[in-house]
């Protein structure tokens, strides 16, 4: 197993494999569309920086990505994750989109993003309680117009159970919260715009 994470980061960094995601590709598009109207980028659980890359790739000119995971190292004491996204990132090859990489986790993390986002993905800790407190800790950072995406929000067999944490949220968000109105949904991505 450890073989292979090393094998596996190796290949990536020398561009002979891609890096991996759990998203689907139907999920990839929506996620590049939006970024393409959006000047301002967190993405909440990074894994190994390929949905950055691809948001990166679409971005207006001179907007900012913040990249936010722990990126736990493994037992090695490397952290694969992060090289990786390193490596992606620059393969976006945007050297005029402000990159900010925080190597912590999201709830450290809400007060190093100051400004206001065009658009928050959230993928990380799938459990109730935190995908609960990411919402309510990084929602109030969206911009009016702007839009916040919960990955693994729409139940899927095979891919996203009933019980995952982001499912229950989105239940019982509704299709208004507080501030935001429901704007699609695509696989097992919900996409809320901010209203008011
Ligand atoms: C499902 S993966 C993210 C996949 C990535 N968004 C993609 O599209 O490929 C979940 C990631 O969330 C990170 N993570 C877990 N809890 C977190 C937290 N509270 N804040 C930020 N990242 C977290 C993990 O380290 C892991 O890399």
């Known amino acids: ?36 109207m959006s000047e301002t980028v967190t993405e909440i659980g990074v894994f190994e920086g390929l949905t950055s890359r691809r948001m990166m790739e679409k971005m207006p000119e001179s907007g900012a990505l913040y990249c936010i995971d722990p990126f736990i190292p493994g037992r090695l004491g490397i952290a694969y994750g992060y090289w990786i996204t390193w490596s992606q990132t620059r393969r976006a090859r945007r050297p005029d989109i402000k990159l900010h990489v925080i190597r912590k986790f999201s709830y450290d993390s809400v007060m190093d993003v100051q400004q206001e986002m065009d658009l928050i993905f959230i993928d990380a800790d799938h459990s109730y309680k935190s995908v609960k407190r990411d919402w309510d800790e990084w929602s109030p950072k969206v911009k009016v117009g702007g839009r916040l995406a919960l990955h693994d929000s729409q139940p899927m067999p095979g891919r996203c159970p009933e019980t995952s944490g982001p499912v229950r949220l989105v239940r019982e968000l509704g299709p208004t919260p507080s501030g935001f109105e429901l704007q699609e949904t695509r696989d097992t991505i919900t996409v809320y715009r901010r209203v008011s």
Do not use: K, W, Y
Request: net charge negative; hydrophobic share 45%; with cysteine.
């Open 1 to 36: 197993m450890m073989g292979n994470q090393v094998f596996h980061c190796i290949a990536v960094l020398a561009g002979l494999r891609p890096a991996a995601t759990q998203l689907s590709v139907p999920e990839t598009d929506l996620l590049r569309e939006l970024s393409s």
